[in-house]
């Protein structure tokens, strides 16, 4: 079955450490991916997509992600994290065969100041 | 643009009472999605919509219904709420299938 895997349920880090969250999807083909962010008490929002091109994506507030279709990839970083950034962060994929967007179980950063 | 809204924001149930939630976009999006979110298990699709008038099951479809009469607004209904069903509901809509999915600000339903 189709599937996306979180590989860290829980993260903590200090101010100005360096981020990965790692982030897995099981099926081949064309396939969309997005890393979505829920900051405590409100909705999710997205933070960044890969569609096609450029492997590397830039999104909001600093992040960034590398699709590698080798290894069914697609990593969440970002170079410094700040106290703001606590709040818990999605990777869904969205494959044509499957037709509908699937979440991994999502990973909690705490960032202590 | 308020983008989409959900109401009630909270609610809680008696086991076996009934109940809907409302959903609603101003964004003309075709699709629009119930979620529910669950500790540890991320987000799981209930139930969807491709344009007014039409619905599908998602991936735990049961014990809930789904009415999109109006192309802005998605309804989910509980018809005998169960502890099980205690969670944050979430919607969502998005243009097209693939793309952007935008969300709601979630109910969070107690079920005693």
């Known amino acids: 079955a189709q599937s996306v895997s979180q590989h860290n349920h829980h993260v903590i880090l200090s101010e100005a450490a360096s981020l990965e969250l790692g982030c897995n999807y099981s099926y081949g083909g064309t396939v969309n991916l997005f890393w979505y962010v829920q900051y405590p008490g409100q909705h999710l929002q997205l933070l960044l997509k890969?569609?096609?091109?450029?492997?590397l994506v830039k999104g909001i507030k600093g992040f960034e992600a590398e699709f590698i279709k080798s290894k069914f990839s697609f990593n969440l970083r970002k170079p410094s994290v700040q106290w703001s950034d606590t709040a818990e962060y999605f990777c869904?994929?969205?494959?044509?065969?499957?037709?509908?967007?699937?979440f991994g179980a999502g990973t909690r950063l705490a960032v202590h100041p | 643009n308020a983008g989409v809204t959900q109401t009630p924001k909270f609610r809680v149930l008696k086991t076996g009472q009934s109940m809907t939630l409302l959903c609603a976009q101003d964004m003309n999006h075709e699709y629009m999605y119930w979620y529910r979110q669950d500790p540890g298990m991320g987000l799981r699709l209930i139930h969807y919509s491709v344009g007014e008038g039409t619905t599908a099951k998602g991936e735990v479809p049961d014990g809930y219904n789904v009415s999109r009469l109006k192309k802005q607004n998605f309804l989910l209904g509980l018809e005998s709420a169960a502890p099980s069903q205690t969670s944050v509901y979430f919607c969502?809509?998005?243009?097209?299938?693939?793309?952007?999915?935008?969300f709601g600000p979630g109910t969070r339903l107690t079920v005693l």
């Open positions: 869904a994929a969205f494959s044509g065969g499957y037709n509908k967007l699937i």
């Open positions: 890969y569609f096609s091109g450029d492997p």
């Open positions: 969502a809509s998005s243009a097209t299938q693939r793309d952007t999915q935008y």
